[in-house]
């Protein structure tokens, strides 16, 4: 297939030329290697002789959420560091005597635990980090844990908080012994970026403060008030480092997260309630959980998805936020792409 006959490359140029974003890039695979993979647009539309390149690096927002959160929870699971089903009060001091105390893991995965909806954690609780983390563990429920689906960033900022109290080990360095680098993924890593890598980074939104896109320094607010990385957001990392993760869950390797944590992942765990869940995960827009193809996106512009039933996973990283925070545009350029990545 050459280059300008890949379908993946019309559409994602399409989106560069209707300005839905200043560049992307794709890559679609099975359980051994890529069967399509391309860059398309700018790196910065600022600077734009300078091409996006395979190996741009993405600030991908909610897809840590994925690549350190669920995958070091996974591992904790695995060595049976962690029920799922336990209330966190039995075992967490932290979470005893609080709202929190009746939670289960399994309620923040499926997002069912009743968090509140934002983040909003500077207003609540200043910008020390223990402040922090002591107002997140003692906020009130919205409501009883299971009774409602709704999506929250504060369950991976839970879970971070968790898989540390159990480790007794930072989260940047759990995903990093625990994921990354068993599976070869030598670009990732949560931010800020080294100079040298900032140069290789996609610029997301305007920041007031610097007077620029933020680039190399996590888009997340919520992320940099917490040093830049937390469950919430901080990952850079690149479409062939996501293209080794993913190919992870169809062809697993030894030595990080298992198969029966895949498999216990991708399927619904929300019974009756919707929108259905997986654990972290959801079935993608446009198909039905049947369907078999999950996904989690990203607020930068970034998704993945993944289907083990039919031996493909894809990729899209895009800087969207540089142009917009209407949603809309990309939504329609990932329908597409999925349509095609997924016949």
């Not at 200043?126 to 107002?135: A, E, K, L, M």
């Amino acid at each position: 297939m050459s280059q300008r006959s890949d379908p993946f490359e019309r559409l994602l140029d399409d989106g560069v030329r209707a300005g839905v974003y200043p560049g992307a890039v794709w890559a679609v695979g099975d359980a051994r290697t890529a069967l399509s993979e391309g860059a398309v647009g700018a790196l910065d539309p600022a600077r734009p002789g300078d091409p996006t390149l395979r190996d741009t690096l993405f600030d991908v927002a909610s897809l840590t959420k994925i690549l350190a959160v669920w995958a070091v929870v996974g591992t904790l699971v695995d060595a049976g560091k962690l029920e799922p089903d336990a209330p966190l009060g039995s075992y967490w001091p932290e979470a005893a005597g609080r709202p929190l105390a009746g939670v289960t893991a399994l309620n923040l995965l499926t997002h069912t635990a009743g968090l509140p909806l934002r983040a909003n954690l500077r207003p609540l609780y200043g910008s020390d980090p223990q402040d922090v983390r002591d107002g997140v563990l003692a906020e009130p429920l919205r409501h009883r844990p299971g009774e409602a689906v709704a999506y929250t960033d504060r369950a991976a900022l839970i879970l971070g908080y968790l898989a540390e109290h159990l480790t007794r080990r930072p989260l940047v360095r759990l995903a990093q012994d625990r994921v990354w680098t068993p599976l070869g993924m030598t670009e990732t890593r949560y931010g800020p970026l080294p100079a040298g890598a900032v140069e290789r980074c996609a610029p997301t939104e305007y920041d007031e403060e610097s007077g620029a896109p933020l680039r190399g320094t996590v888009h997340d607010f919520s992320a940099r008030l917490l040093g830049g990385a937390c469950g919430i957001a901080g990952v850079f990392t690149t479409a062939g480092d996501i293209g080794r993760f993913l190919r992870h869950l169809l062809a697993p390797a030894p030595g990080t997260f298992s198969a029966e944590w895949t498999a216990a992942s991708l399927r619904v765990r929300t019974g009756a309630l919707t929108p259905p869940r997986g654990l972290f995960w959801h079935p993608a827009p446009g198909t039905d959980p049947s369907d078999g193809i999950w996904a989690h996106f990203g607020f930068t512009g970034t998704g993945l998805w993944v289907s083990p039933a039919r031996g493909r996973w894809a990729v899209l990283l895009t800087n969207r936020l540089y142009f917009t925070r209407d949603p809309g545009p990309l939504a329609r350029v990932r329908e597409v792409f999925r349509t095609l990545a997924f016949p």
